[in-house]
């Protein structure tokens, strides 16, 4: 069985009932899934944001997950977790190559495949499909580059942009990692750093195009998957199960515009959506 959660972005610990309602069930969930559908075994997938740096102090943030980490770490070793980047939580995969097996999680990366059921499943977060459905940006690398620096911005996220662009600008190192910076920066930058609301269903309708890439047969040329591979990704925090075109996604952990903790299971090769609580 291979459990799959996605977009929980933790949240700072603040006077917000609904934000620390939301963590508090999470830590419920994860300790649910231990003793119920992954007390025999099997993988579970976090699917990418599931802290959003973007918006913390970074420090900060790594204090404040640590009840989640201790319960992340503490499955029977015939569970396998995975941790699968998202674009707010990018810079993991630093800390990961850095810390080495000093760092809790031991598969972090990018995607991840796994075979259930007979089945082969390619599990990402989805970005890479807002990069070529943004009118902003289209290279992959320069977001990404764009996404670590973010993951350190602080808590001044109003100066953020700027702050990051004179920091790329002062690095050749960074500099030779971007194949194509944005024509428009500002725009770019603001379209990066808005909610899931206004990015990805305002003006750009970006969400739609992120399904419609996540469904054609295409994406296997820019998604690096096998033709035969079933996609799961989350990001647009809208679920979805598509059997047709082999692609679902998870939704999120009752994050705008998804009003429910949603989450995915998949069992003998089979995709079941499901509801917390």
């Known amino acids: 069985m291979i459990v799959v959660i996605s977009d929980v972005h933790l949240a700072e610990k603040s006077k917000d009932t609904k934000v620390e309602k939301d963590d508090r069930e999470f830590l419920e969930f994860l300790n649910s899934v231990k003793d119920n559908q992954l007390s025999e075994g099997g993988d579970l997938v976090i699917l990418g944001d599931l802290i959003d740096f973007w918006r913390r102090d970074f420090a900060k943030a790594l204090m404040e997950m ?61 970005y890479q499909l807002e990069v070529l459905a943004n009118p902003y940006y289209k290279s992959l690398t320069s977001y990404k580059c764009f996404a670590e620096h973010l993951c350190l911005a602080g808590d001044d996220t109003g100066n953020a942009a700027s702050k990051l662009w004179d920091t790329i600008q002062s690095s050749k190192s960074i500099l030779e990692r971007l194949q194509r910076v944005p024509s428009d920066l500002n725009k770019a930058f603001e379209s990066m750093m808005e909610g899931p609301d206004e990015r990805l269903y305002g003006r750009h309708k970006a969400a739609l195009t992120i399904d419609n890439l996540a469904k054609s047969r295409s994406r296997a040329v820019y998604m690096g998957m096998e033709i035969d591979e079933f996609l799961i990704f989350g990001h647009t925090h809208m679920p979805f199960v598509d059997e047709e075109h082999r692609v679902a996604n998870v939704g999120s952990w009752n994050k705008s515009p998804c009003e429910d903790y949603k989450y995915m299971v998949i069992q003998d090769g089979l995709v079941k959506p499901a509801v917390w609580r």
Do not use: W
């Open 66 to 126: 640590e009840d989640v980490v201790s319960v992340l770490t503490s499955f029977k070793d015939d569970v396998k977790v995975h941790y699968v980047v998202g674009n707010h939580d990018y810079y993991m995969l630093k800390l990961k190559e850095t810390l080495s097996e000093r760092f809790p999680f031991k598969n972090v990366a990018e995607h991840v495949k796994l075979q259930e059921g007979g089945k082969k499943f390619f599990f990402t977060h989805g």
